[in-house]
């Protein structure tokens, strides 16, 4: 699809608005209507010189960017470009520099999705990754290095067969997701779901956009990254967080830096979170991932929960793991004790978190000034 076509399918029939339209732009931009919200958008246009950056695409993207943040409007931008115009020398440095200066400003205010539908390297990429969410075909590449430099094509967020799909995933993905920070997303009338990996997804069971976490088995470190990013993300937008555990703790060999991080994006988000216990909750990765300490924990009737793995526990204590289980780390003991809030069989478990997500959407939290944390 050329770069007209793609803009056509991604805005709602006749909304799209060009502006600074002139022929030899390597950049199409604009903004136009998805499920009837406006939305700013800019395709580098591989059809005219390789869609190369230069000051005057510069320019042109630096508008949507400032348009965006003015109105509140989330920016959808398609990567498919062979580079910068190298002969504009510091004056292309200077214009990368501004281009990424005005998305970090972006981050957070509104939701950012990148569209790779055909190479996407170094600057590009970079200034890409700062979005909130990659989407890209099967033939895209995306690399920081060239890999005949030595670098390695990268992996996106969702990754479709055709430039098509790219484009109606990303209308589906804006269609849950709130205009801006100040504001809340779009009420669908039929419940959705929008897997964005195997450990996050966005799903509406009271027809409002809820983020959910799977912790399931060992927690690998670039499963540990994706949830992170949602995390952050789902605060910055108020987004409510359903972080559903059946763990055993981290991978072996993961860097103490991920746990630290996961523990400060759970810690540090005041959307409101809950936690669903489905059949064991053992060890590092289920504290850190908000843990007991949530607005609301649910946990199945049946569910094991521990500091540790129980056959590690039992062990350490000497003790049989069934006699472990009952006498610390049943569902019982911990409702006795306060750290959980209601036991469910698992055929309630919609209706339990419906309940859990009415509990908790008025939360409010007053927070110590500070200008950031500092841990990344």
């Given amino acids: 699809m050329d770069a007209n076509s793609l803009l056509e399918r991604l805005f709602d029939e006749g909304s799209f608005r060009e502006l600074q339209k002139h022929a030899e732009s390597g950049v199409i931009a604009g903004f136009g209507k998805i499920t009837d919200f406006k939305v700013y958008a800019y395709v580098q246009n ?14 042109k993207m630096k508008k949507i960017y400032s348009d965006a943040v003015k109105f509140g409007a989330p ?21 990368y520099g501004e281009i990424i200066a005005d998305c970090a400003r972006l981050s957070g205010v509104v939701p950012l999705i990148s569209v790779v539908t055909g190479q996407c390297g170094g600057l590009n990429a970079a200034l890409c990754r700062m979005s909130d969410f990659v989407i890209a075909t099967e033939e895209a590449e995306i ?36 205009p801006n920070n100040l504001e809340m997303p779009f009420c ?27 912790l399931e088995d060992k927690l690998r470190a670039d499963n540990a990254e994706r949830i992170i990013r949602f995390v952050s993300f789902c605060d910055a937008f108020t987004i409510p967080v359903v972080t559903v ?17 996961l523990a400060k994006v759970y810690a540090g988000a005041t959307t409101p979170k809950i936690t669903l216990i489905t059949r064991r909750a053992a060890g590092a990765a289920f504290i850190l991932a908000g843990g007991l300490n949530s607005d609301f924990v649910l946990a199945f009737k049946n569910a094991v929960i521990s500091p540790v793995a129980v056959k590690t526990a039992a062990a350490f204590l000497e003790t049989p793991e069934a006699d472990y289980i009952k006498e ?16 469910i069989a698992p055929e309630e478990e919609r209706a339990a978190l419906i309940t859990a997500l009415e509990a908790v959407r008025d939360k409010r939290v007053v927070s110590i000034p500070k200008k950031k944390g500092t841990l990344i």
Avoid at 46 to 59: D, L, M, W
Avoid at 75 to 95: N, P, Q
Wanted: glycine share 10%.
């Fill in 245 to 261: 555990i059946d763990s055993e703790g981290f991978e072996a060999g993961v860097n103490s830096h991920v746990p630290a991080r």
């Fill in 328 to 343: 610390y780390a049943s569902v019982q003991n911990a409702l006795k004790r306060g750290y959980i809030d209601i036991v």
């Fill in 143 to 178: 690399f920081f290095t060239p890999p005949f430099l030595g670098g390695e094509k990268e992996t996106a967020d969702i990754t479709v067969k055709t430039a098509e799909e790219a484009i109606l995933k990303t209308r589906d993905l804006l269609s849950l997701l709130p």
């Fill in 75 to 95: 920016l959808v931008a398609v990567f498919d470009s062979k580079g910068g115009e190298i002969g504009e020398g510091i004056e292309l440095a200077c214009a």
């Fill in 46 to 59: 591989i059809g005219v010189k390789s869609g190369a950056v230069n000051k005057n695409t510069a320019a």
């Fill in 188 to 214: 669908p009338s039929i419940e959705q779901k929008i897997e964005l990996s195997t450990v996050t997804s966005f799903e509406t069971p009271d027809n409002t956009t809820v983020g959910f976490v799977k």
